[in-house]
């Protein structure tokens, strides 16, 4: 091939070369908290408990106070995702990472939680549903500066792996995990210490689950105070706020 042929050649890749470059990639749009809801729904929460809890978590979300504190923050929207778990190999995506930046967003999300099927009621893996929460936020499609877990159980960790290695891989990885705990009015026949180890449920949490920047956790009396309690976590939550500011304590919990 002639020299002056094989110079055109050249000039020609180096002319359309832009045209060849890959698109550039679009930021990610950016929220004030990714927040992943991972409710326990173990043998222990019987049906009534487990519809308690589900029809809390759509309340909270949606409540006057929790949208107030959304749309003061810098970027007026967070983004949420809702996981059930039970034992080891039972974790479930229920609801995917949705916008929540007012009334709408939060009614939508609310509707369509407490229309789906329940996914499990097997034993309590929290290292399980740590660690299932910990990959939904590796692909979560927004950022944030804040990343955290909610975990919400009525028992102790008697599934899978130590609950205290998911929580410190997590932590590690600049995660927040809270707690609320449900108090259980009655110990299980089978096994009383699961709802109430020595020490009391909190106390578990606070040692074994919980852990990272500010992290905390608040008690539900009953499944009947749920709803209340996750109010009150979530203001804290979005607000970066201590639980005792967050709302005035509710008389049931």
């Not at 949705?98 to 999300?109: E, L, N, R």
């Not at 028992?155 to 932590?171: C, F, I, P, Y």
């Not at 609320?180 to 020490?199: C, F, K, Q, Y």
Request: net charge negative; glycine share 8%; proline share 7%.
């Amino acid at each position: 091939m002639p020299r002056a042929f094989r110079s055109f050649i050249a000039l020609l890749v180096l002319c359309s070369a832009p045209f060849l470059a890959p698109p550039i990639a679009l930021a990610a749009e950016q929220v004030d908290l990714l927040l992943v809801f991972a409710a326990d729904v173990s043998r222990s929460i019987d049906q009534p408990k487990f519809q308690l809890q589900r029809e809390g978590y759509a309340a909270a979300i949606a409540d006057k106070r929790v949208l107030e504190a959304i749309t003061a923050g810098r970027h007026k929207r967070i983004a949420i995702a809702f996981v059930e778990w039970s034992g080891v190999s039972s974790q479930k995506l229920l609801i995917d990472w949705t916008v929540i930046d007012g009334p709408d967003t939060a009614k939508k999300f609310g509707d369509q939680l407490v229309e789906l099927p329940r996914s499990f009621a097997e034993r309590t893996s929290i290292a399980g549903g740590i660690d299932f929460s910990l990959a939904l936020l590796a692909r979560a499609p927004y950022e944030s500066p804040r990343r955290t877990i909610d975990v919400s159980g009525d028992g102790t960790n008697n599934s899978g792996r130590d609950v205290t290695l998911a929580r410190d891989e997590a932590v590690a990885q600049g995660v927040t995990i809270n707690g609320l705990v449900i108090l259980s009015d009655r110990p299980m026949a089978w096994n009383p210490e699961h709802t109430n180890p020595p020490g009391g449920l909190a106390s578990y949490y606070k040692n074994n689950v919980v852990g990272g920047s500010g992290a905390f956790v608040i008690v539900a009396e009953d499944f009947n105070s749920f709803g209340q309690a996750i109010v009150k976590k979530l203001i804290a939550e979005i607000a970066e706020l201590p639980p005792a500011q967050a709302t005035q304590p509710h008389p049931g919990g």
